[in-house]
């Protein structure tokens, strides 16, 4: 287990983790997430905040995130949910407004990332990363509970990346990234993407704006509750992203 004594002590009392979770029907998958993340920070002693960005899930997402709140208190976690579906790109950009933290980590909220968040602060303090994005293609990451259409689907999706890109990076299309507040701000400002493709544009625009880039290998497993939201619409968007940033990159 990555050691949780860091080189920087003076740095780590003041650093502070925003964890931004958007949510569609996530009401069985959120207590878990959210439950996971107090004991990972919890035992560190590093400091955080949750931040629920909930799109108006039908299911009662919002209504369960109250309950939370209720529980872990409103200084972990804070609501700051939209009243339609928008996007995620700009659920993210939502919740970095609200953020108070200087580095800000983003995930999915569906159980599918099997590693503790604590790796991907302890990789940003071995080279003082300006980002640290999670990798399944690398290392011992993988991918675990998908059919062989969706293993396809992705295997063939960043070999494309990263033929036509050249990123520098294994895994474009990943969700679970830490970044510094100031070098997100900055990406945010230079990309144009809303949906899925959004996280493949901030590796790309990293690059650009030469940013370091540390990769921590993770775990990917299927959703535990709940449907996949990857759909046509989402595979043709990616086609069409993927296109528009090989002809402006």
């Keep these: 287990m990555a050691s949780r004594k860091s080189s920087h002590p003076n740095r780590d009392r003041v650093d502070k983790y925003s964890v931004l979770l958007p949510t ?14 107090v004991k990972y920070f919890g035992e560190s002693g590093y400091n955080y905040e949750v931040i629920v960005i909930d799109d108006g899930s039908p299911d009662g997402t919002l209504e369960v995130a109250e309950q939370l709140q209720k529980i872990y208190g409103e200084d972990k976690i804070l609501l700051r949910p939209r009243a339609k579906k928008l996007g995620l ?5 939502h919740g970095m407004r609200h953020a108070t933290g200087n580095f800000i980590i983003i995930m999915d909220a569906d159980l599918s990332h099997h590693v503790s968040v604590v790796y991907f602060v302890v990789k940003q303090k071995e080279a003082n990363y300006d980002l640290v994005s999670g990798t399944r293609y690398r290392g011992n990451g993988g991918v675990y509970g998908w059919d062989l259409r969706r293993k396809l689907i992705s295997r063939g999706a960043n070999y494309l990346t990263q033929v036509l890109l050249r990123p520098g990076a294994t895994d474009l299309t990943g969700s679970f990234r830490l970044y510094k507040k100031k070098v997100l ?4 400002e230079h990309c144009v993407s809303k949906g899925y493709v959004f996280q493949m544009e901030m590796i790309v625009r990293a690059r650009q704006l030469n940013y370091t880039v540390g990769e921590v290998p993770i775990s990917f497993v299927d959703r535990v509750y709940g449907e996949s939201k990857l759909g046509g619409n989402e595979i043709v968007s990616f086609v069409k992203g993927l296109l528009t940033l090989f002809a402006t990159t």
Excluded: D
Excluded at 24 to 37: A, C, G, H, T
Excluded at 89 to 93: D, H, K, Q, R, V
């Design 24 to 37: 569609y029907n996530e009401r069985e998958n959120l207590p878990l997430i959210v439950w996971l993340l």
């Design 89 to 93: 790109g700009t659920a993210y950009i």
């Design 185 to 188: 701000e900055s990406l945010v």
